[in-house]
């Protein structure tokens, strides 16, 4: 069977394009709990409406309802599946395990969204075991990982095979949260990754990923068992939906030719912020530093003299073009008379990057698109109760958890701490016979594609579902923060929760007044806003346009750590946290010096001012209340 081909719709007016592109399925949202939040997105009544033209067309229709999901949202966002199940809505995409959790009698097929950071044959049997028909697989994944987890899958399979790549992996990034208060875990990132940053040695785009270009590689996709070859773009043109499906289409049936190729030319016009296959080839750096936005089709350096572009190929009438010097857009506009490329804006004489940014044909393709009727639907949602039981009144001392990947810091820490969460593999065995008796806890890497580290004999902090799964049989199991636990209703039996690091006060102790189990709350450190598998970083610091330096390096495994610029502080809150109901704090002091782990813990348990101005001090002279102060 072909895989089907998964088209992007991000409004009703785009709707059509793809589906006459010859796509087999479009997946969209309604106005809430998608993770395009600043797409037009649809009404209930145009999802129903837009549900009944597909399958008309014979095009199968997937609703998103992938963002995190706070508690008092749990009911409106089991009624939006109810409804989308009553429409005839195809399948429904899920991202926050609560939500799933409660999804148990709603009778509509889900996949694992990819924010659900499904990378591993464990995982997909997690998702087997745990009621969902498909997950859309991690964008890190290569082909050779592709090959050795695909074919043993117990659910159906999706690949991101073009479009947006976001330098951190989905599910773990932070930054935008952190930076500007939005959350893109709850679909309404600002893109830190595409804004300019100066480097150690270099500036630029330092964290923009190149777009996914799958093209070369849909035949061994496809012979590996792939079900669906997904397209990015819910925020990109009709134009774009249409050539993308049309592309891809005609890739997995083997057709080649002058069609193809010209497909692919609109495809590069139409949006392009630098292609390439990023993970699909291998490990290597994804970063296209030059730009960030979408520039077209490269058309060469060109000299403009007297307002007149002297001489380039290419151009018809109709076409848009834009000119540029490195990173600034000097001006764009609509083509007249090619064979005499007058501005209609002055510039210096001298030569300019020009780039084709519409082409002329698109106007004939966006003519041709078949006609959309008036979305409508007679469907009313139905309220749906959710049951959330208060728990008994909880007051703790909260145990102090330091996270460390040094021995001189474990050291350091150990008269102050009741555990030590430790990431250093190598370390490990020292690390235990150091700790003396103290539990040490072996923090799970993020990402593990072939489930190569599963250590059973000791606890372990895990990241994921599929990490969950394969340590089942561990006497403890930590869930690490990564786990997004967003609302009471997190399923997984763990012996402690690290709860979302986006929350704000009060909705910390809402989610630990209703959840029977341990929490543990993030209470200082630098933030880990972003984990990728690019591994050209190195350590260096970034500083964006606000001045404000993010600490970066890469670790052992190759992987590249974004850091906060500032340290979060709660320190002075512990009683507050305790008196919520948190029965530990997590105390990051990863990549810190050993005097920082013990002034750490001087504050923490004798409250000692010395020690906290120490701290202060060595964070550099600010800290943060961050999140836990002003929420997303």
Not at 109 to 132: F, R
Not at 205 to 210: D, E, R, V
Not at 499 to 517: C, D, M, T, W
Request: include cysteine.
């Amino acid at each position: 069977m072909n895989p089907e081909i998964l088209s992007p719709v991000g409004t009703p007016e785009g709707l059509s394009a793809p589906m006459d592109g010859g796509c087999d399925a479009v997946y969209l949202a309604g106005k809430s709990f998608g993770a395009r939040a600043m797409a037009k997105n649809f009404t209930d009544k145009q999802l129903e409406g837009a549900v009944n033209y597909a399958h008309d067309r014979g095009v199968k229709v997937y609703v998103t309802v992938n963002t995190l999901i706070r508690n008092e949202e749990m009911a409106d966002a089991v009624s939006m599946v109810r409804f989308l199940a009553d429409i005839g809505a195809d399948a429904v995409l899920v991202q926050d395990f609560g939500l799933l959790k409660n999804l148990t009698r709603v009778d509509i097929p889900k996949h694992a969204s990819t924010q659900m950071q499904i990378h591993s044959l464990e995982g997909l049997e997690w998702c087997a075991e745990n009621g969902l028909d498909r997950a859309v697989l991690a964008r890190e994944l290569t082909m050779d990982e592709l090959s050795r987890i695909i074919p043993e899958s117990p659910v159906e399979t999706e690949v991101f095979v073009h479009g947006g790549l976001c330098h951190c992996m989905s599910g773990g990034c932070y930054m935008s949260a952190f930076i500007g208060g939005r959350s893109g875990n709850r679909g309404e990132c600002a893109q830190p990754c595409r804004k300019f940053y100066e480097g150690d040695q270099h500036s630029g785009f330092l964290l923009s990923s190149a777009d996914i270009y799958g093209i070369d590689h849909i035949q061994r996709l496809k012979a590996l068992g792939v079900d669906s070859f997904k397209i990015e773009g819910r925020m990109k043109s009709p134009v774009y939906g249409y050539l993308t499906a049309k592309a891809y289409r005609m890739a997995r049936d083997g057709l080649v030719g002058p069609e193809l190729e010209e497909t692919l030319e609109l495809m590069e016009v139409a949006f392009n912020r630098g292609s390439a296959p990023v993970y699909l080839d291998g490990v290597h750096t994804i970063v296209q530093p030059d730009f960030a936005d979408n520039r077209g089709e490269p058309l060469g350096e060109a000299e403009v003299r007297n307002n007149t572009i002297v001489s380039i190929g290419g151009v018809s009438a109709g076409d848009g073009l834009s000119l540029y010097r490195g990173y600034e857009k000097v001006g764009g506009f609509k083509v007249k008379d090619p064979a005499h490329l007058l501005l209609p804006f002055k510039v210096p004489n001298g030569k300019y990057e020009v780039r084709k940014t519409y082409d002329r044909r698109f106007d004939g393709i966006a003519a041709g698109f078949s006609e959309i009727p008036l979305l409508k639907g007679e469907t009313q949602r139905k309220p749906a109760k959710v049951k959330l039981d208060k728990q008994p009144v909880r007051h703790y001392k909260p145990e102090l958890s330091f996270y460390v990947n040094t021995i001189k810091s474990l050291k350091a820490a150990l008269p102050y701490a009741d555990r030590i969460y430790f990431d250093d593999p190598d370390k490990l065995d020292k690390a235990v016979d150091t700790a003396d008796g103290k539990e040490v806890v072996f923090m799970l890497p993020r990402f593990d594609a072939l489930d190569e580290v599963v250590p059973v004999e000791m606890p372990v902090m895990v990241n994921g579902a599929g990490q969950y799964r394969a340590c089942r049989k561990a006497p403890r199991i930590y869930a690490s923060s990564v786990m997004n636990v967003f609302n009471s209703h997190f399923p997984m039996d763990v012996y402690q929760t690290t709860i979302s690091v986006e929350l704000a006060r009060n909705e910390v102790s809402n989610l630990i007044s209703h959840y029977p189990g341990r929490c543990e709350v993030m209470a200082f450190g630098r933030a880990e806003l972003m984990y990728s598998r690019d591994p050209g970083a190195g350590d260096k610091v970034l500083t964006d346009g606000m001045g404000a330096q993010f600490p970066v390096y890469t670790d052992s495994r190759g992987f590249t750590r974004v850091l906060n610029s500032v340290d979060l502080f709660l320190l002075d809150s512990l009683e507050e946290l305790g008196n919520s109901g948190a029965v530990s704090v997590g105390l990051d002091l990863r990549k810190r010096p050993p005097e920082l782990a013990q002034a750490v813990g001087e504050f923490c348990t004798t409250g000692d001012q010395k020690a906290k101005d120490k701290i202060i001090a060595m964070c550099g002279g600010a800290v943060t209340r961050g999140l836990y102060q002003r929420g997303v």
